[in-house]
């Protein structure tokens, strides 16, 4: 059973009103799936695209369980440790990666 999608608004980059549109569409698909929990946001290290996704998080952290930066991605990161323990010890390359081009939602 899946429980991360992944969608990637850095390639091609696009403008900020595109970006959160495609942010709401997933979660609205997040929020009508049985399995899915989590949405791992590739935004690029820097710039426009990755302040975006993280107002956008921000803005709408009553829609979330939590947010999770890339650079705090880790085992040893509480938030992570609980977000890992509730939906699953699911896979994931980003892991431990701190990845400052991504950012994790954990979806109510």
Sequence with gaps: MQVITTIDVAHPPRKPNYVENEIDETLSR???STSLRIIKIIHGQSGTTKGTVRNWAHNNRR????????????????????????????????????????TILWVK
């Design 30 to 32: 997040v929020n009508n």
């Design 63 to 102: 829609r979330l369980k939590g947010v999770i930066y890339g650079e705090d991605y880790t085992i040893l990161d509480k938030q992570t440790q609980k977000m890992r323990d509730e939906a699953g010890q699911f896979s994931d390359l980003d892991l431990e990666a701190s990845n400052g081009g991504i």
